[in-house]
Structures are given as structure tokens and as C-alpha cells.
């Protein structure tokens, strides 16, 4: 969990909190992160929720956990920024929606990361709002990131879809 504290439209990082007994392979990520950004780095996420200097939380962790800790983010007011996926099981998709109903009655906004902006997903949705491919009955997809000709990668604008890490 990354907090975001700071009353003003800057936006600061603060701290990375994430839980304590994390499996080895996730347990060095959040002290990593901490120390390249020189920030305080704690196992006690309620802790840090509590804090009046966080106003909005970033929810990174490995999928399992995302559900559970947006909620305890959005319980605790903090506006959220939650990665993708949402949670791993329908319930807790359900959990992190009612959650952030009820957060938003109380003015704290919830935002879940979508590749809806890049490129591809948005000459696909041209394509379909154009009538190009006929009527759509139904949709898979599976995002593979890419670029067609003449599309370079931009680091200003597609760092959530670099392909390096996509």
C-alpha cells in the first residue's frame, strides 16, 4: 500500500506500509521501494490508514490481496487508487464495490486502473462504435501490449502499457 498524504493539489509519497509474514518473494518489495524513494517504510497498514496526513492510498499488492486491503483503505476514508486487477473472486468484487459505494457518500473517491486509454483498446473501440466488424453479441479479449505501424512507445503518455512490462 502506497500512502499519499498532503492537503494541497501537489501530490507527495509518504510511506509504503504492506503486512508483516509476507512470502519471501513479496516481503522485500515494500522496503525496496521505500529506500529508492527515501520514505518511511511499516508493516502496520491499519496504522498508517489511521493517520490524518494520508489522504489517498495506492493498493499494489499481489492480486490475492487487493480486495481486502481496498477495503480497509476505503473504510478508512482514504480516497483509493486500487491496480488491477480489483480483487481475485466475484464476493470480493462485490465487497470493494460496496465499499466504495458507501465511501463515496462520504466524498472519498475510488479509482481502479483499466487499460481503456491505450492505443489498441481504443482503436478496437473505433472500430466497434464505427460499425466496422458488424453488431458485437460478445467479447473476449486478452491484451498483449503492442504498437501498429508508425506507434512508437512514449514514456510521457503509455508508462502503463511499456511493453517491457506489459
Not at 472500430?127 to 501490449?145: D, K, T
Not at 512507445?153 to 502503463?160: H, V
Request: glycine share 10%.
Amino acid at each position: 500500500v502506497q500512502l499519499l498524504g498532503g492537503a494541497s493539489r501537489r501530490v507527495e509519497l509518504v510511506a509504503i506500509a504492506d503486512e508483516p509474514g509476507l512470502p519471501e518473494r513479496w516481503a522485500g518489495i515494500g522496503p525496496e521501494i521505500a529506500a529508492t524513494h527515501g520514505i518511511p517504510f511499516t508493516e502496520d497498514v491499519a496504522g498508517m490508514l489511521a493517520r490524518d496526513d494520508i489522504d489517498a492510498i495506492c493498493v499494489a499488492s499481489e492480486y490475492v490481496r487487493h480486495g481486502r486491503l481496498a477495503i480497509q483503505a476505503l473504510a478508512a476514508g482514504k480516497h483509493t487508487y486500487l491496480d488491477k486487477p480489483m480483487a481475485t473472486t466475484l464476493d470480493a468484487c462485490r465487497g470493494v464495490g460496496a465499499a466504495a459505494a458507501a465511501a463515496e457518500q462520504k466524498g472519498v473517491k475510488t479509482l481502479t486502473f483499466s487499460r481503456f486509454t491505450a492505443p489498441a483498446v481504443q482503436r478496437a473501440l473505433a472500430a466497434i462504435n464505427a460499425g466496422r466488424i458488424g453488431r458485437v453479441r460478445s467479447l473476449f479479449a486478452e491484451y498483449l501490449a503492442s504498437y501498429g505501424p508508425g506507434e512508437e512507445y512514449d514514456p510521457e503518455r503509455d508508462i502503463n502499457w511499456q511493453p517491457r512490462f506489459s
